[in-house]
């Protein structure tokens, strides 16, 4: 089979506080995707990254210029939800050739963070798996179950793991997941294992350290340029 990873980065980025879309904020020196397809251009097990942007996008091209060559694919399809945009680069492809039992990693735009290293221990355990997985960190803090903003309960958080992306599954099981979305059903998706769990299935968890977080608030943007800052 073939391996793709698919990139959704068609979001406004509204819990940011940035007057662009998030993935054009500048960390470290350059747009923050350009830092989250360079990690992905870097794995060579990859066969090419899709970057699935808003059919409005007039940024990208300026903003990362160092996305090129035969590997590199743009598509502006991206939809109203992140669900909807990751069905649509499927469609996408599928129109570039492939087939059912290729696999294909979602990784946000915005982990900007993410290492090649972390991408090829997702692939090297979930190559030879039944259903696919997702890197994820198990949960470190105490959790709260509230009302409002009281805590009624304190919930056991053996066993609980906070997903990050990539996420890989087979193009076709992952079609048949998100395919409601396409219907305009379904807008509560949030990641693909979610859909994927609510045809039966159960993804592998593939440990990856809480570096791999998603820029999401002010704050994010601060914390991930001081680390990329670091590694250089
Ligand atoms: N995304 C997308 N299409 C959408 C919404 C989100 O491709 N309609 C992408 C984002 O660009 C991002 C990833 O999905 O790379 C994760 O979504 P999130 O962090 O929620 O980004 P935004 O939706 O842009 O941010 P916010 O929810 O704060 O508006
Ligand atoms: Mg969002």
Redesign the pocket.
């Known amino acids: 089979p073939r391996f793709y990873a698919l990139v ?9 506080g940035a007057a662009i ?3 054009y904020v500048s960390v470290a020196g350059r747009a923050m995707m350009g830092h989250t397809l360079d990690a992905l251009l870097a794995v060579p097990e990859l066969d090419a990254v899709l970057v ?1 942007l ?1 059919p409005q996008d007039d940024c990208f091209e300026s903003a990362v210029p160092q996305f090129q060559g035969a590997r590199a694919w743009v598509a502006r399809c ?5 669900a ?2 990751v069905a649509q680069g499927l469609r996408e492809l599928q129109a570039r050739g492939a087939q059912p039992h290729d696999w294909v990693l979602v990784h ?3 982990r900007c963070l993410l290492q090649p290293a972390w991408v090829q221990q997702l692939m090297a355990q979930c190559r030879d798996d039944e259903v696919g997985g997702l890197l994820a960190t198990p949960v470190a803090d105490t959790l709260k179950q509230a009302q409002g903003q009281r805590a009624v309960a304190t919930v056991d958080r053996a066993n609980k793991w906070a997903a990050q992306t990539p996420q890989m599954f087979r193009w076709g099981l992952l079609m048949a997941a998100l395919a409601p979305v396409l219907q305009g059903e379904a807008a509560h998706i949030t990641d693909e294992a979610s859909a994927v769990e609510a045809l039966g299935h159960t993804p592998r968890l593939v440990e990856a350290p809480f570096e791999n977080f ?1 820029l ?1 608030y002010p704050a994010d943007f601060a914390l991930a340029e001081r680390l990329l800052r670091s590694r250089a």
Do not use: F, L, N, W
């Open positions: 959704p980065a068609a979001g406004s980025g509204s819990r940011s879309p998030k993935q699935v808003s991206g939809g109203a939800s992140r909807e945009s946000d735009a915005a998603k999401t």
